[in-house]
C-alpha cells in the first residue's frame, strides 16, 4: 500500500518560509519521480516542482527563485523549501510520486499565507 504523509504546512506571513516534508512508503523511492502540487480555493491543482530519480527538477514559473525541490533516498522523503512566500501561494499543498507508470497523492497540507 502505498502512503504520502505531508508535514510542516501551517500559517505564515507575507515574506515568510516554510519547509514541506513528504515522507513516503509502499515505492521504491529512489527510482520515484516526486513533486509537489497545490490547489487553492476555487481553482485547478497546479504543478509547484518534481524532481526525477536522477535529481533533475522543474518548477512553475511562480515557485523558480523562491522554492527549491529535493530528496533524501535514505529517508524516503522528498521535501520543497519555500521562502519569499506570497498570499498568493495559499494553497493545499499535496506530494505526488510517479512509480511504476502509477501515480499516487498524499492528503495534502494546508499553506497560508497572511498578515
Known amino acids: 500500500q502505498v502512503q504520502l504523509v505531508e508535514s510542516g504546512g501551517g500559517l505564515v506571513q507575507p515574506g515568510g518560509s516554510l519547509k514541506l516534508s513528504c515522507a513516503a512508503s509502499?515505492?521504491?523511492?529512489?527510482?520515484?519521480?516526486m513533486g509537489w502540487y497545490r490547489q487553492a480555493p476555487g481553482k485547478q491543482r497546479e504543478l509547484v516542482a518534481t524532481?526525477?530519480?536522477?535529481?533533475?527538477?522543474n518548477y512553475t514559473d511562480s515557485a523558480k527563485d523562491r522554492f527549491t525541490i529535493s530528496r533524501d533516498n535514505a529517508k524516503n522523503t522528498v521535501y520543497v523549501q519555500m521562502n519569499n512566500l506570497r498570499p498568493e501561494d495559499t494553497a493545499v499543498y499535496y506530494c505526488?510520486?510517479?512509480?511504476?507508470?502509477?501515480?499516487?497523492w498524499g492528503q495534502g497540507t494546508q499553506v497560508t499565507v497572511s498578515s
Open positions: 505526488y510520486a510517479k512509480f511504476a507508470y502509477q501515480s499516487y
Open positions: 509502499g515505492i521504491i523511492f529512489r527510482i520515484s519521480t
Open positions: 524532481i526525477t530519480s536522477g535529481g533533475r527538477t
